[in-house]
Nanobody, 127 residues
Framework: QVQLVESGGGLVQAGGSLRLSCAAS????????MGWFRQAPGKEREFVAA????????SYADSVKGRFAISGDNAKGTVYLQMNTLKPEDTAVYYC????????????????????WGQGTQVTVSS
């Protein structure tokens, strides 16, 4: 139905920056809430950041506040994650997500409410 394709991952030294991009393909007349989750080896998938369907609200995991910034055009199905001051603990596969009509901003970090997930892009931060 819809596909999410991530790009921009790679290898970077601690303290460096990366910019992840996500593009949604497929017809829709609705704006999607979009965001990012990540999963490190042996760890549970965790919320990183999201932007509301209206594009007027954002939410961040405490671990990335002040370092990462999410932006995008929800109507066009594009979202970005600017990652600065990267740390080795940021190493993970990063997944783009999209969902329709998230009830309110509180639920932006609820993985179960996102119907569409990308295949992920690897981010590796070396010490």
């Amino acid at each position: 139905q819809v596909q999410l394709v991530e790009s921009g991952g790679g290898l970077v030294q601690a303290g460096g920056s990366l910019r992840l991009s996500c593009a949604a393909s497929g017809r829709t007349f609705s704006s999607y809430a979009m965001g990012w989750f990540r999963q490190a080896p042996g760890k549970e998938r965790e919320f990183v950041a999201a932007i509301s369907g209206r594009g007027d609200s954002t939410s961040y995991a405490d671990s990335v506040k002040g370092r990462f910034a999410i932006s995008g055009d929800n109507a066009k199905g594009t979202v970005y994650l600017q990652m600065n001051t990267l740390k080795p603990e940021d190493t993970a596969v990063y997944y783009c997500v999209a969902g329709l009509r998230i009830p309110n901003d509180y639920y932006l970090r609820s993985a179960g409410l996102y119907a569409y997930w990308g295949q992920g892009t690897q981010v590796t931060v070396s010490s």
